[in-house]
């Protein structure tokens, strides 16, 4: 958990966008300063009793950038997903989707858009009580 200090660091949360003013005497271009967005899929992965590797999509949602360790695990407990912190092993930068998508071209021209707005993260959660809750 100690990775996401170094990439909190890089997200930009502020940018910097020019508009046009219009009035009926004149149009004005002007600067202004607007706080980032971008939608945050998470996506659980567990070992069931049998010690077989299970994955499944929890969520999607729209997030102001930073802290999204924090508000994963906010949403995880308030589910009822994880009573305790210590249940999650890990809450990880997905790498699988930008690798996926630079193996083939047509795909990634096709999807370029995902990989500029797209952040996704992936929660590794090995439950020290049991298998996943159901919902």
């Given amino acids: ?4 200090a170094a990439i909190q660091q890089m997200v930009k949360r502020v940018d910097k966008v020019i508009y046009t003013r219009k009035s009926k005497p004149s ?11 971008q939608p945050l899929q998470i ?12 994955s499944k999509v929890f969520a999607i949602t729209m997030r102001s950038l930073g802290d999204d360790q924090f508000l994963i695990l906010g949403l995880l407990f308030s589910e009822g997903v994880i009573s305790d912190f210590t249940d999650i092993d890990s809450i990880t930068p997905d790498s699988t989707a930008d690798n996926t998508a630079q193996s083939n071209n047509a795909q990634a021209r ?6 500029r707005c797209w952040q996704k993260y992936h929660t590794l959660c090995h439950f020290l009580r049991g298998s996943l809750k159901k919902q």
């Fill in 43 to 54: 996506n659980l992965q567990w070992h069931n009793q049998d010690a077989v590797a299970q």
């Fill in 1 to 4: 958990m100690a990775n996401f």
């Fill in 27 to 37: 149009r004005v271009l002007e600067h202004d300063s607007v706080v980032t967005e």
């Fill in 110 to 115: 096709e999807n370029s858009w995902q990989k």
